[in-house]
Nanobody
Framework: VQLVESGVGSVHSGGSLRLSCVVP????????IGWYRQVPGKQRDMVAA???????NYADGAKGRFTISRDNAKNTVYLQMNSLTPEDTVVYYC??????????????WGQGTQVTVSS
């Protein structure tokens, strides 16, 4: 399973970016999709997530600035990031989590997108 990320990765402080994650159609409708950030040498931390039914969840640092959404017609999940600061300069990954059958969970990651916010 391959998730494909896209999005322009550089912006000035205070600017906005939108990241996209295309998920294979056979799992998109049943998967929860999340965006994670990873600082070099540290674990990946959840930024925002959206369930298959559209329920969203945000990390504290993303609340009020980032919006996660899904376009079911395009099998795509977006992360709209506003009011970016240099502290948001990290690699972002999308993740799909789904149950191919009861009590069995699978996960897949995108290739990662470097976001750079200059001051």
């Amino acid at each position: 399973v391959q998730l494909v990320e896209s999005g322009v990765g550089s912006v000035h402080s205070g600017g906005s970016l939108r990241l996209s994650c295309v998920v294979p159609g056979n799992i998109f409708s049943i998967a929860a999709i999340g965006w994670y950030r990873q600082v070099p040498g540290k674990q990946r931390d959840m930024v925002a997530a959206i369930t298959s039914t559209g329920t969203t969840n945000y990390a504290d640092g993303a609340k009020g600035r980032f919006t996660i959404s899904r376009d079911n017609a395009k099998n795509t999940v977006y992360l709209q990031m506003n009011s970016l600061t240099p502290e948001d300069t990290v690699v972002y990954y999308c993740n799909a989590l789904w149950e191919p059958r009861p009590h069995s969970t699978k996960s897949a990651w995108g290739q990662g997108t470097q976001v750079t916010v200059s001051s």
